[in-house]
């Protein structure tokens, strides 16, 4: 049993590394949608960043720097990203590529993650159904056992899904120039 569980914590611990993103990352990311050319959409247009909502993490590409934050607000003339605590507007005519973060996760394991749920809240139901000896009033253990059979399988698949889950950079806004040197 104590090589199970050490197999189980070390590949925890190895796993979340490998996932991170990092200014490597995204830097090999944008010099291979650079060379690829034609492979991504070139979006002509503001619509997608007009989409945006307030606090959606975004990173934001120019010539001279890449800023990371929380997307604050678009006019005629500014991108306005909260970054650090601090605001920075970004000319538009400076932009070059505007990406917005999203969490991908796989449906599987939450199906899988429910599924474990809902043995497990089963079986701690049935526990709770087992020990208590109630004569008048079980509503307390009534709403344990009910909690349990429904609250664990939301929990395994949200669990499952999150834990499969990885921040990916999707590209909204790629000028012209930017993508063909």
């Known amino acids: 049993?104590?090589?199970?569980?050490?197999?189980?914590?070390?590949?925890l611990l190895l796993v979340h590394p490998l996932l991170a993103e990092g200014p490597i990352a995204r830097s090999a990311g944008r010099e291979a949608v650079r060379l690829a050319g034609e492979s991504v959409p070139i979006l002509n247009n503001w619509r997608a960043v007009?989409?945006?909502?307030?606090?959606?993490t975004i990173v934001v590409t120019t010539a001279d720097a890449?800023?990371?934050?929380?997307?604050?607000?678009?006019d005629g003339s500014?991108?306005?990203?909260?970054?650090?605590?601090?605001t920075k507007s970004i000319t538009v005519g400076d932009v070059q590529m505007i990406e917005k973060r999203v969490r991908r996760g796989s449906a599987l394991a939450a199906v899988f993650g429910a599924f474990g749920g809902l043995?497990?809240?089963?079986?701690?139901?049935?526990?709770?159904?087992?020990?208590s000896r109630?004569?008048?009033?079980?509503?307390?253990?009534?709403l344990a056992a009910w909690s349990a059979m429904i609250g664990i399988p939301i929990a395994g698949g949200y669990g499952a899904w999150r834990a499969s889950s990885?921040?990916?950079e999707e590209v909204i806004y790629l000028r012209h120039s930017a993508a063909r040197p």
């Open 134 to 142: 109630c004569s008048r009033s079980c509503g307390a253990e009534q």
């Open 119 to 131: 043995w497990l809240g089963g079986a701690v139901a049935f526990g709770i159904a087992e020990s």
């Open 1 to 11: 049993m104590r090589k199970f569980c050490a197999t189980g914590i070390i590949t």
């Open 50 to 56: 007009q989409l945006l909502e307030p606090g959606s």
């Open 166 to 168: 990885r921040l990916t």
């Open 66 to 74: 890449t800023v990371v934050g929380e997307f604050v607000s678009l």
């Open 78 to 86: 500014a991108v306005t990203v909260a970054s650090h605590g601090a």
